[in-house]
């Protein structure tokens, strides 16, 4: 099976810190996601990345930046982290062939600034 | 841009009964696929079951059943003898066809489904 590996399950940080959060899947998957989860608002996307050095902003790109400098790791970054960026953040892959296929995610990482 | 919609934030239903779960999406491509997604307390994101638009038959996976209405763009899943396992998040999602790069999944707000036994 697939397996989508978040490096941390709980984060707290400080307003202001920079943030990192790390993504690693095993089954040489071409495209990459980070969701943000919200209660009400659902899952929303905040990058994606289709092959390695490759990003494309989502819908909620704002105060967030990627990196993929491997083509098994995604990795989210909040620049200077800020209350507003509390929220579960949920990352996926896939294989990039398309068709009726969904994602595999990873089981997320629930992110408190403080 | 492709939106998605479940209007019902929470839903409860007895063990054994049947309960519908409603998502509606707005599109104006023909060709596309839909999901619906399962999210346990464990966070773990599960893929319930799946439609490519093309196909008129409702898919079908044991208990879990779809209604599929194409020209009423409408995608209502159907839990059948529900479970105590049931009681999860459920999230409904468009991926289109056809999109440059990855195809990205569009979800619905989420429909928290509580089982009371």
């Known amino acids: 099976d697939v397996k989508v590996t978040q490096s941390s399950r709980y984060l707290v940080k400080r307003t202001g810190e920079k943030v990192f959060l790390e993504c690693v899947q095993d089954m040489d998957h071409e495209n990459m996601f980070w969701y943000r989860q919200d209660p009400g608002l659902g899952l929303r996307l905040i990058y994606f990345?289709?092959?390695?050095?490759?990003?494309e902003k989502g819908d909620i790109p704002e105060g967030y930046s990627v990196s993929r400098e491997k083509k098994e790791r995604f990795s989210l970054i909040l620049e200077s982290a800020s209350t507003n960026q509390t929220s579960m953040y949920l990352c996926?892959?896939?294989?990039?062939?398309?068709?009726?296929?969904?994602?595999?995610f990873g089981s997320g990482t629930r992110l408190t600034v403080v | 841009a492709q939106t998605v919609t479940q209007s019902q934030p929470e839903m409860s239903v007895q063990e054994a009964e049947t309960v519908t779960l409603s998502c509606t999406y707005d599109t104006s491509e023909s060709d596309y696929y839909l999901f619906w997604y399962k999210q346990p307390p464990s966070r773990q994101m599960i893929l319930v079951i799946r439609?490519?638009?093309?196909?008129?038959q409702n898919a079908t996976e044991n208990r879990f059943s779809v209604n599929f209405q194409k020209a009423a763009k409408s995608f209502s899943l159907k839990i059948s003898d529900s479970q105590l396992g049931d009681a999860a998040m459920y999230f409904c999602?468009?991926?289109?066809?056809?999109?440059?790069?990855?195809?990205?999944?569009?979800f619905g707000q989420g429909t928290r489904l509580t089982i009371n036994p």
């Open positions: 990345s289709y092959d390695v050095k490759m990003k």
């Open positions: 996926a892959s896939d294989s990039g062939a398309g068709g009726p296929w969904g994602y595999t």
């Open positions: 999602a468009y991926r289109s066809e056809f999109n440059q790069g990855a195809q990205k999944l569009v």
């Open positions: 439609q490519e638009a093309y196909k008129q």
